[in-house]
């Protein structure tokens, strides 16, 4: 690291270019967490009660299940919110990383539940137990139609965003074992094997571990700071040392400040002395626009200033 970081009077260039919707995503998304939270909680209450009308454990751990995906609904929306407020106090950053931390409690939430399923499938696996098949199948079919409306709501925001890919995982995860459940009720109903019901459970939990390994694997990432995937490290240093006048790219740290915020800075070591604001305009301008990148920070250096290291 060089020793004048005290310079970065040079390269601050206001490099917040606007005009990129894409890094607000979460601002369009209120109306769809409202929807899904509203959605799920009456299917909790309503596949409870029949559960217990019907004698159905699956019914009810289902239940169990969905009001997980409630808490998880209301965290990724939380996060979503709080990253939209301003920063202030000792949080420069404003709160935009509480996406990051809704993603990663989004991914163990999901991975605890994949282990209460798979617990209690494998319970009546070993003693199966005699299932209302009509009733589950009918509040199965009812959980297919509510959590795959819900998961529609977040299909949009998932691409770029891991906080709704997390609300959309949980939705996606629910409307499977949702149809799992009507498939299982379908089978016992024409065979009468009760090993049908656990044995589904099991399928089901294997596709929910595939999913969420991906998510939390993406959201560790970004908990240790790592580029985030969508941006090639690689080729921003090399748009960064073809710039006009730059002899070397050095100190060159790309970080995400959410799930859908990058930040970069990096010291360009100049021998002909600092460009000028609009080369730092331009600069973060490409930054943002090809690179989406749209928080830069650039310190220039003349080539006394430049380390050993450069």
């Known amino acids: 690291m060089s020793g004048n970081h005290h310079h970065h009077d040079h390269g601050h260039g206001h490099t917040h270019a606007h005009g990129h919707g894409h890094a607000h995503a979460p601002a369009d998304f209120g ?3 409202l ?46 919110v709080a990253a939209k407020r301003p920063a202030r106090g000792r949080f420069t950053y404003g709160y935009k990383s509480s996406t990051i931390l809704a993603a990663l409690a989004n991914a163990m939430l999901l991975l605890i539940a994949v ?34 409306l819900t ?43 009760l090993w049908i019901d656990p044995l589904t459970s099991i399928l089901i ?26 941006i090639d490290a690689d080729a921003v240093r090399a748009f960064l040392a073809g710039r006009p006048g730059v002899a070397a ?9 959410s799930t859908t915020e990058t930040a970069l800075t990096a010291h360009l070591v100049m021998p002909a002395g600092h460009p000028g604001d609009a080369f730092l305009r331009q600069t973060a301008g490409v930054l943002s626009d090809q690179h989406g990148i749209a928080h830069a920070t650039l310190q ?9 290291a450069c």
């Open 31 to 33: 109306r769809a967490f």
């Open 35 to 80: 929807v899904g939270v509203v959605l799920n909680s009456a299917f909790v209450a309503v596949e409870a009660v029949y559960g217990w009308l019907a004698g159905s454990m699956a019914l009810i751990a289902d239940a169990g299940h969905n009001l997980a995906d409630v808490l998880a609904l209301l965290l990724a929306w939380g996060a979503a």
């Open 115 to 148: 282990g209460m399923i798979l617990v209690e499938a494998l319970r009546r696996l070993a003693s199966p137990e005699p299932v209302a098949a009509g009733t589950v199948m009918a509040v199965a079919a009812i959980g297919i139609v509510i959590n795959g």
């Open 151 to 193: 998961a529609l709501l977040f299909m949009r925001g998932r691409k770029r965003d891991l906080n709704l890919r997390g609300a959309y995982l949980h939705m996606m995860a629910d409307a499977l074992v949702s149809l799992g459940v009507v498939i299982a009720g379908a089978l016992i109903w024409w065979t009468g094997a």
């Open 205 to 230: 939990v294997g596709v929910i571990a595939w999913g969420t390994w991906g998510l939390l694997k993406d959201s560790v990432k970004l908990s240790l700071n790592a580029v985030p995937e969508n």
């Open 249 to 257: 790219v050095h100190d060159l740290h790309i970080w995400p400040m």
């Open 300 to 308: 220039i250096e003349s080539a006394e200033g430049c380390p050993a």
